[in-house]
């Protein structure tokens, strides 16, 4: 059930990505498609890091709602550092950068900020409601 949910919020991140690439009329070309395949990257690193620390919580002997919210507050500074990071450089490269790089830094961008919505607010409403409701 975890997995499903990892999944989900991987579905709704591209749904989102490509929702603010059609609104911005964004043109698809080889770099942006690149950027949304370290989009997906970067959006599985952060369940790997939710799960692997909610599996290790587990192990310790908490309850599934306990070790829920302590991976989540654990795995954050994780997920979160290496977003901004990431869109620091993405910055960068709009700002230095021209034309096709300039369409992988705004793909880049909008992705990065698509998967920290799911990741830490997606996957853990999904994740909570299903510990709250008893069907995980």
Same mark, same amino acid.
């Given at each position: 059930?975890?997995?499903?949910?990892?999944?989900?919020?991987?579905?709704?991140?591209?749904?989102?990505?490509?929702?603010?690439?059609?609104? =911005?009329?964004?043109?698809?070309?080889?770099?942006?498609?690149?950027?949304?395949?370290?989009?997906?990257?970067?959006?599985?690193?952060?369940?790997? /890091?939710? =799960?692997?620390?909610?599996?290790?919580?587990?192990?310790?002997?908490?309850?599934?709602?306990?070790?829920?919210?302590?991976?989540?507050?654990?795995?954050?500074?994780?997920?979160?550092?290496?977003?901004?990071?990431?869109?620091?450089?993405?910055?960068?490269? =709009?700002?230095?950068?021209?034309?096709?790089?300039?369409?992988?830094?705004?793909?880049?961008?909008?992705?990065? /900020?698509?998967? /920290? =919505?799911?990741?830490?607010?997606?996957?853990?409403?999904?994740?909570?409601?299903?510990?709250?409701?008893?069907?995980?």
């Amino acid at each position: 059930m975890r997995g499903l949910i990892a999944n989900l919020a991987l579905v709704i991140n591209l749904i989102l990505l490509m929702g603010a690439l059609t609104m =911005f009329h964004f043109v698809l070309t080889l770099p942006g498609i690149a950027g949304i395949i370290l989009t997906i990257g970067l959006s599985v690193d952060a369940n790997v /890091l939710i =799960f692997e620390r909610l599996r290790e919580e587990m192990a310790l002997g908490k309850t599934l709602k306990v070790a829920l919210n302590t991976a989540y507050e654990k795995a954050f500074s994780s997920i979160f550092d290496a977003n901004v990071t990431t869109l620091i450089t993405a910055a960068i490269l =709009f700002w230095k950068a021209s034309g096709p790089v300039k369409g992988f830094a705004i793909a880049l961008t909008l992705g990065i /900020l698509a998967s /920290l =919505f799911t990741a830490l607010i997606v996957g853990r409403n999904c994740l909570g409601w299903l510990v709250d409701t008893k069907r995980l």
